[in-house]
């Protein structure tokens, strides 16, 4: 019978099948853990005299808490006494346990989801968790990726297993060409405004179509990271030769490199395969898009005047982020610029951010921050001289790690300022109590910045 | 984690309509530096109920009617987001053991089980009458897998998974299911293994 890539994967790794009365027990090929979700499950581990089972397929790192500047006498700003202790307490447990853990000095420390795949630990056709949404951003490989809660970090860590029921699976075809200045996150948003912020719930989606296949690598993580904003668990795409050149020579590489690409190869969704649900969308209808509300499927193309609210919760949105349904989007005034987190801070966002913010400067009074999402990122863009365009533009240039868009460390916006924002979630005070967060590319965002206002890359002069 | 067995709850309902309320509106990402999980119902929807200053706010929240009640019915596509735990600890601390909604996030969802918390996924009109009656007393069986309205307003069924009502019905989690397959597991690994070297 002709297999989706979802159902190729799955098949793999179920350990004990599913019945009607227990889901499958499925088994997970790399656990990704940071400071935040996994402490308790530590704790759940010492409490019950277990051990972590397979501290080989494990890998940590420091991200979520992290401070993204550093004091003069090098020591780091802790928001507060008890962030520091959380990012202790991840080194300690993982130095208990033998877990490999990128820290303050390991040349590779980033965002989990940036870290993974750069170190070649996300490879297709593997099964990844992390005590994080955002790890379908995995799926841009072929793998079947998703976050997990702690009471699962905790049995991912003593079993090396999750239970789990099969979700659905649901093709989203986009084919045709891209009007020119649209990026892969103009695409994802525009696929969550279509299918809804619940549409994917329940189901595992397949990005299919031209448009992933001749996407780059860092644009198909952008676009599998936001799956969770439609409800997935996880989004993928399948595995081809842009994948194998992405992980050749990275640290985990698999030593047999050819064999282990055409088993890669085989991955891919046979012809014929039925899924779920299929969504079809032609890429000619997607504009530049940005949020107007406070959920990612309150999205519009950037050139439109803002929807009229439909019902009492979009008012209370459009009321909160301070917009007026039938006016444009463009020109509303920005007080604050977030380029970073791990749905848009590789190098091909920032070097599309600094095309931009080349020879301009930021506007008068607008703070901009510019978070590479690894320390392998911040060499590279310091290697072609990124960071100076965009401090010589009046951005600043900070260390790696979540930063402003979870806000838990401490980079935040001030209550009532509308903040451009390369990441993924435009939740009601997700940047700081109060914020006010709209989604866009890079582009968007950097033009934002030199304009002082919402605005299209393609109409700065 | 062990929690107290779930098997039926009658309580006043405790209702917050608005539609997709995220973790991040359950509980803000700043208090997420904790490392245990306890005590996190205090800051249960935290930028609802506190001024900046940490006076508390007018919200029902904060009623001493809302504190007493078990059982949260929640506008469409609650839980939406982060996969933070401490969402769900943070409304069981409070003192929620039910929530209702016609639609819940699936982390969330699988997140609550795990924490002796009931997520129920009902149709719409059943939604709509609890959205309309905030505060009436129903009664929530999960041996019959059904919702009680009160004064003999009628029943309404809901489907939950066989091993997670197995589950809070006995109180049991899964870690103790998933250490007992340690054979499957070791098999499974020693395939895999040869399949690499093939
Ligand atoms: S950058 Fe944001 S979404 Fe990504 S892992 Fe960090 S907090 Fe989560």
Not at chain 1, 412 to 429: I, Y
Request: proline share 4%.
């Amino acid at each position: 019978m002709p297999q989706t890539l979802f159902d190729k994967v799955w098949a793999r790794h179920v350990v004990v099948a599913e019945t009607a009365a227990h889901p499958a027990t499925l088994y997970i090929d790399l656990h990704l853990i940071h400071e935040v979700t996994s402490p308790q499950a530590f704790t759940v581990l010492r409490e019950r005299g277990l051990s972590v089972r397979r501290p080989d397929l494990t890998l940590a790192t420091i991200d979520h808490s992290t401070p993204t500047l550093i004091n003069k006498d090098g020591s780091r700003p802790f928001v507060t006494e008890q962030a520091g202790k959380q990012v202790e307490t991840l080194l300690a447990n993982t130095e208990e346990y033998g877990i490999e853990t990128h820290g303050w000095e390991s040349e590779n420390r980033g965002i989990v989801h940036v870290m993974g795949p750069e170190l070649g630990a996300t490879q297709p056709g593997m099964t990844i968790v992390c005590g994080d949404s955002h790890t379908s951003t995995h799926g841009a490989f072929g793998a079947i990726a998703f976050g997990i809660g702690t009471t699962q970090v905790g049995h991912v860590l003593a079993t090396q297993c999750i239970l789990m029921r099969k979700p659905k699976t649901m093709a989203i075809h986009v084919n045709g060409t891209l009007v020119d200045g649209v990026t892969p996150k103009d695409v994802i948003l525009h696929i969550i405004a279509k299918i809804g912020v619940g549409g994917g719930t329940g189901y595992a989606l397949e990005y299919c179509g031209n448009i992933f296949e001749q996407m780059s690598m860092d644009g198909r993580m952008t676009v599998c990271n936001m799956s969770i904003e439609a409800g997935a668990r996880c989004g993928m795409i399948a595995p081809d030769q842009t994948t194998f050149d992405y992980l050749k020579d990275r640290k985990f590489t698999p030593e047999d490199y050819d064999a282990a690409c055409v088993d890669w190869a085989s991955l891919a969704t046979d012809k014929g395969a039925a899924y779920d649900k299929e969504v079809y969308i032609k890429a000619e209808d997607i504009m530049t898009m940005v949020t107007y509300g406070t959920h990612p499927g309150m999205a519009m193309p950037i050139a439109a005047n803002i929807p009229i609210a439909a019902d009492e919760a979009e008012e209370k949105a459009l009321i909160y982020m301070g917009m007026t349904g039938g006016a444009k989007i463009a020109g509303v005034k920005v007080d604050r610029v977030f380029i970073g987190s791990c749905t848009n801070s590789r190098m091909e966002d920032l070097r599309a951010a600094a095309d931009i913010f080349r020879g301009r400067t930021v506007a008068a009074g607008l703070t901009t921050i510019v978070v590479p999402g690894s320390e392998l990122v911040k060499r590279e863009a310091e290697a072609e001289g990124l960071h100076d365009v965009f401090t010589a533009a009046g951005a600043q240039w900070r260390e790696p790690g979540c930063s402003m868009c979870i806000a838990m460390n401490g980079d935040k916006a001030a209550p009532g300022e509308l903040v451009v924002s390369t990441s993924n979630r435009n939740f009601a005070g997700r940047q700081g109590p109060g914020a006010r967060t709209v989604l866009a590319s890079p582009q968007t965002a950097a033009a934002s910045a030199i304009a002082g206002v919402i605005m299209d890359a393609g109409s700065l002069v | 984690m062990t929690f107290a067995p779930l098997k039926t709850v009658t309580s006043k309902t405790l209702v917050l309509p608005a539609a997709n309320i995220d973790t991040d509106q359950i509980i803000p990402a700043r208090f997420l530096t904790v490392t245990s999980r306890d005590g996190l119902g205090k800051h249960a929807f935290n930028d609802w109920r506190y001024h900046e200053d940490g006076r508390e706010t007018d919200h029902i929240l904060n009623s001493d009617a809302a504190k007493a009640c078990e059982i949260l019915v929640g506008g469409h596509n609650f839980g939406c987001g982060s996969s933070r735990e401490h969402a769900p600890w943070s409304l069981t601390d409070y003192g929620i053991r039910v929530v209702i909604s016609s639609e819940i996030a699936d982390i969330f969802l699988s997140n609550s089980m795990k924490n002796g918390l009931l997520p129920i996924i009902i149709e719409k009109n059943a939604h709509q009458w609890l959205l309309d009656h905030p505060g009436e007393e129903i009664t929530v069986d999960l041996k019959t897998c059904e919702v009680r309205l009160p004064k003999n307003g009628g029943t309404f069924g809901f489907n939950i998974d066989a091993f997670s009502r197995h589950c809070l019905m006995e109180g049991v989690d899964e870690m103790g299911y998933l250490t007992a397959q340690n054979d499957a597991i070791a098999t499974y690994e020693k395939k895999q293994k040869a399949r690499r070297e093939l």
